[in-house]
T-cell receptor, first 115, second 117 residues
Framework: GAVVSQHPSWVICKSGTSVKIECRSL??????MFWYRQFPKQSLMLMAT?????????EQGVEKDKFLINHASLTLSTLTVTSAHPEDSSFYIC???????????FGPGTRLLVL | AQSVTQLDSHVSVSEGTPVLLRCNYSSSYSPSLFWYVQHPNKGLQLLLK????ATLVKGINGFEAEFKKSETSFHLTKPSAHMSDAAEYFC???????????????WGLGTSLAVNP
């Protein structure tokens, strides 16, 4: 149980385009989802926390207009990187937990390369 | 404030020998601590967690960790390394609950474990 999926696993796009990444909890209802960014050989950096049906809470330094997060249902959250630039190239990871269980379950990640 | 320090960025062991990955934490209250493993091109997997129950926590794949309050440590161990254990390991401490009843995870920088044949 507690499986989280992400789609796509890999995306390559041109500079200036927008990219949407989906995060789904497959076998549980995720009241909260988290979006992280991981640079090569580094730890995870929390970008934002989203609760179903409400606006995401962004960490300091993360541009909310650049990284749009939607958590419209208890099993799906999306991260849209708008007008992507090469510096947005990174590994994006989502995680989810249910209301009663604070353990976060992680998706496999999405590797974004902006040319 | 909570913080976590992984004392070794890289550990190399021979197959069949013990593994020790060190982690120290700082917390102003009783912490919840986790170890996650990240294999190349795979998602993060929870190895084990400590949430104020037994101080010796057993996890998956033969790993265990001992919470030592006096030493503010939560080292990860395994008696005998396997080739498949080669991965990146993260020690994590959970922060306080926020207004949304969520806890922010505070991550260590990771320890890369290499297992030599």
């Amino acid at each position: 149980g507690a499986v989280v999926s992400q789609h796509p696993s890999w995306v390559i796009c041109k500079s200036g385009t927008s990219v949407k990444i989906e995060c789904r909890s497959l076998d549980f209802q995720a009241t909260t989802m988290f979006w992280y960014r991981q640079f090569p050989k580094q730890s995870l950096m929390l970008m934002a926390t989203s609760n179903e049906g409400s606006k995401a809470t962004y960490e300091q330094g993360v541009e909310k207009d650049k990284f749009l997060i939607n958590h419209a249902s208890l099993t799906l959250s999306t991260l849209t990187v708008t007008s992507a630039h090469p510096e947005d190239s990174s590994f994006y990871i989502c995680s989810a937990n249910s209301g009663r269980v604070q353990t976060q379950y992680f998706g496999p990640g999405t590797r974004l390369l902006v040319l | 404030a909570q913080s976590v320090t992984q004392l070794d960025s890289h550990v190399s062991v021979s197959e069949g020998t013990p593994v020790l990955l060190r982690c120290n934490y700082s917390s102003s209250y009783s912490p919840s601590l986790f170890w996650y493993v990240q294999h190349p091109n795979k998602g993060l997997q929870l190895l084990l967690k400590y949430t104020s129950a037994a101080t010796l926590v057993k996890g998956i794949n033969g790993f265990e960790a001992e919470f030592k309050k006096s030493e503010t440590s939560f080292h990860l161990t395994k008696p005998s390394a396997h080739m498949s254990d080669a991965a990146e390991y993260f020690c994590v401490v959970a922060g306080r609950y926020n207004a949304g009843n969520n806890r922010k995870l505070i991550w260590g920088l990771g320890t890369s474990l290499a297992v030599n044949p």
